[in-house]
């Protein structure tokens, strides 16, 4: 019998892990399945429970580990504190191998993760490939900008004494991977990449969100109860919006873009919006910005906020997306094609939020390649 390890930390990673895994392993009987979700401290337990919704309703885990570890980046800058993190999770490794030995999973055909997953270098040996998964539009970014690039052998020989130093492997450039499966065939790259697999993940996003909702109404009747009074509320309305709020816009900047939305996409002033805010987000004053949208709702039960919008969108159907640049855009065009989507471009620089500045002009190489309804 041959097993899949998969790494995770999150719920998007965790989604698309459950799509490919469904998408490429469903019908490979020889294959048990394991993944292992890497929980940080400050993921509250709400946002665990969606996760742990997703994976338990996906019906292709034949295992499910949970360890808590939270994300630190390596720094070529701060060898200590490299040193230091390579102890920290060489000790949470430990622990989870013998678990996995305990339950006589000791070798791994697949070792296959997300770039956000922090255990993963532990388990790999000369044997099993290495396979990285996406979890989110960046892995399409990187792919274009760095799967390419050459790499002078100074830097290959440093890159390779530093993994034999701090026992972690350096992903800069992909050199070290066996596959990159992706969720989405709508991004096209100039080249024939043989490392990257576009995988056809929308029939089984669709079986999964539709096992997703029958079994949140049975767990959650109240969250689903407020969900499904909005649903109910679109077919009373004529022009009704999914509203994508947009981390890279500045929020003192936000109303100014949201006029800017309003007059180029031709917004209907009696359009019916409803909108998801982050559960950081302070509600106050988000309901004062998105106010001048006109009719809107938002979304109020916290469980609610931690769903994907890629299922709440799925589950309302009868909407029109909007939004700037974003990984949902993306996923939505993907696994709900029947669903209009209209992509808007931030129309100034001053308009965007400090540390997404040199981010616009590369999802735009990737975006712009997709039939969006551009504004």
Same mark, same amino acid.
């Given at each position: 019998?041959?097993?899949?390890?998969?790494?995770? !930390?999150?719920?998007?990673? $965790?989604?698309?892990?459950?799509?490919?895994?469904?998408?490429?392993?469903?019908?490979?009987?020889?294959?048990?399945?394991?993944?292992?979700?890497? =929980?940080?401290?400050?993921?509250?337990?709400?946002?665990?429970?969606?996760?742990?919704?997703?994976?338990?309703?996906?019906?292709?885990?034949?295992?499910?580990?949970? %360890?808590?570890?939270?994300?630190?980046?390596? #720094? /070529?800058?701060?060898?200590?504190?490299?040193?230091?993190?390579?102890?920290?999770?060489?000790?949470?490794?430990?622990?989870?191998?013998?678990?996995?030995?305990?339950?006589?999973?000791?070798?791994?055909?697949?070792?296959?993760?997300?770039? $956000?997953?922090?255990?993963?270098?532990?388990?790999?040996? #000369?044997?099993?490939?290495?396979?990285?998964?996406?979890?989110?539009?960046?892995?399409?970014?990187?792919?274009?900008? /760095?799967? /390419?690039?050459?790499?002078?052998?100074?830097?290959?020989?440093? $890159?390779?004494?530093? !993994?034999?130093?701090?026992?972690?492997?350096?992903?800069?450039?992909?050199? !070290?991977?066996?596959?990159?499966?992706?969720?989405?065939?709508?991004?096209?790259?100039?080249?024939?990449?043989?490392?990257?697999?576009?995988?056809? $993940?929308?029939?089984?996003?669709?079986?999964?969100?539709?096992?997703?909702?029958?079994?949140?109404?049975?767990?959650?009747?109240?969250?689903?109860?407020?969900?499904? %009074?909005?649903?109910?509320?679109?077919?009373?309305?004529?022009?009704?919006?999914?509203?994508?709020?947009?981390?890279?816009?500045?929020?003192?900047?936000?109303?100014?873009?949201?006029?800017? =939305?309003?007059?180029?996409?031709?917004?209907?002033?009696?359009?019916?919006?409803?909108?998801?805010?982050?559960?950081?987000?302070?509600?106050?004053?988000? !309901?004062?910005?998105?106010?001048?949208?006109?009719? #809107?709702?938002?979304?109020? =039960?916290?469980?609610?906020?931690?769903?994907?919008?890629?299922?709440?969108?799925?589950?309302?159907?009868?909407?029109?997306?909007?939004?700037?640049? #974003?990984?949902?855009?993306?996923?939505?065009?993907?696994?709900?094609?029947? @669903?209009?989507?209209? /992509?808007?471009? @931030?129309?100034?620089?001053?308009?965007?939020?400090?540390?997404?500045?040199?981010?616009?002009?590369?999802?735009?190489? @990737?975006?712009?390649?997709?039939?969006?309804?551009?504004?």
């Amino acid at each position: 019998m041959k097993v899949n390890l998969f790494f995770t !930390n999150g719920v998007m990673t $965790t989604l698309c892990a459950s799509l490919l895994c469904e998408a490429l392993f469903f019908d490979e009987k020889e294959f048990k399945n394991i993944i292992c979700l890497e =929980q940080f401290d400050e993921h509250d337990e709400f946002y665990n429970i969606v996760i742990n919704e997703i994976i338990s309703i996906s019906g292709i885990w034949e295992n499910k580990y949970s %360890v808590q570890s939270n994300y630190h980046n390596f #720094s /070529r800058k701060n060898l200590i504190h490299s040193m230091q993190l390579t102890g920290y999770y060489k000790f949470i490794a430990a622990a989870l191998k013998k678990k996995l030995n305990k339950d006589k999973y000791d070798h791994f055909e697949n070792i296959i993760f997300s770039s $956000t997953a922090r255990l993963w270098p532990y388990f790999r040996t #000369s044997s099993n490939k290495k396979i990285l998964i996406e979890h989110g539009s960046g892995e399409y970014i990187y792919v274009k900008n /760095r799967y /390419r690039k050459k790499s002078s052998y100074l830097k290959l020989w440093l $890159t390779k004494i530093w !993994n034999m130093i701090f026992q972690y492997e350096c992903l800069s450039n992909y050199s !070290n991977l066996d596959t990159i499966y992706l969720c989405s065939e709508l991004v096209k790259f100039n080249e024939e990449l043989s490392l990257v697999c576009h995988v056809d $993940t929308q029939k089984a996003f669709c079986k999964l969100a539709d096992n997703f909702w029958e079994n949140y109404k049975k767990k959650f009747p109240d969250e689903y109860s407020e969900l499904n %009074v909005i649903r109910e509320e679109l077919g009373k309305n004529k022009d009704n919006f999914y509203y994508l709020v947009s981390n890279e816009v500045d929020p003192m900047k936000y109303p100014d873009f949201i006029q800017y =939305q309003k007059e180029k996409a031709a917004l209907p002033e009696k359009g019916y919006y409803i909108i998801k805010s982050h559960p950081s987000n302070d509600e106050n004053s988000y !309901n004062e910005i998105y106010s001048c949208l006109g009719t #809107s709702v938002t979304v109020k =039960q916290i469980i609610n906020k931690y769903i994907p919008a890629e299922f709440l969108i799925y589950f309302f159907d009868k909407v029109t997306v909007i939004g700037s640049n #974003s990984s949902t855009l993306l996923y939505v065009k993907t696994w709900m094609p029947h @669903i209009p989507v209209i /992509r808007t471009k @931030i129309p100034d620089k001053i308009m965007i939020s400090k540390g997404f500045e040199n981010l616009q002009d590369q999802i735009d190489i @990737i975006f712009d390649g997709i039939n969006f309804i551009e504004i």
